[in-house]
Nanobody, 124 residues
Framework: QVRLVESGGGLVQAGDSLRLSCTASGGTSRDYTMAWFRQAPGKEREFVAAISSSVSSPYYDMSVKGRFSISRDNAKSTVSLQMNSLRPEDTAVYYC?????????????????WGQGTQVTVSS
């Protein structure tokens, strides 16, 4: 059983940057594909970014490509999401997720483990 704990959320202004971190424990997280999702009020949870265990090319949703960057440190069992040029529409609860396969899907149903989420609020 893998446990994921997110940190780094907060309230920022449009144009600011924020870095989210997710620490994994309880499993061999280095073999897992790690991802970030987000859920805004009244909306479904949506894919943001993911990185495979082989640290091949990260994958991003088009809405964040060029502004967000995902990275992982297998030695520390962490995955991070650097968010630059934040917009009010990026406001959401951000969730870390993991799956025990090397492919990188965008569907929430294909991830096995989830963190509790961290709130990101971007004011205009």
């Amino acid at each position: 059983q893998v446990r994921l704990v997110e940190s780094g959320g907060g309230l920022v202004q449009a144009g600011d940057s924020l870095r989210l971190s997710c620490t994994a424990s309880g499993g061999t997280s280095r073999d897992y594909t790690m991802a970030w999702f987000r859920q805004a009020p009244g909306k479904e949870r949506e894919f943001v970014a993911a990185i495979s265990s082989s640290v091949s090319s990260p994958y991003y949703d088009m809405s964040v490509k060029g502004r967000f960057s995902i990275s992982r440190d297998n030695a520390k069992s962490t995955v991070s999401l650097q968010m630059n040029s934040l917009r009010p529409e990026d406001t959401a609860v951000y969730y870390c997720a993991a799956r025990s396969m090397t492919t990188v899907p965008t569907a929430t149903s294909l991830y096995d483990y989830w963190g509790q989420g961290t709130q990101v609020t971007v004011s205009s």
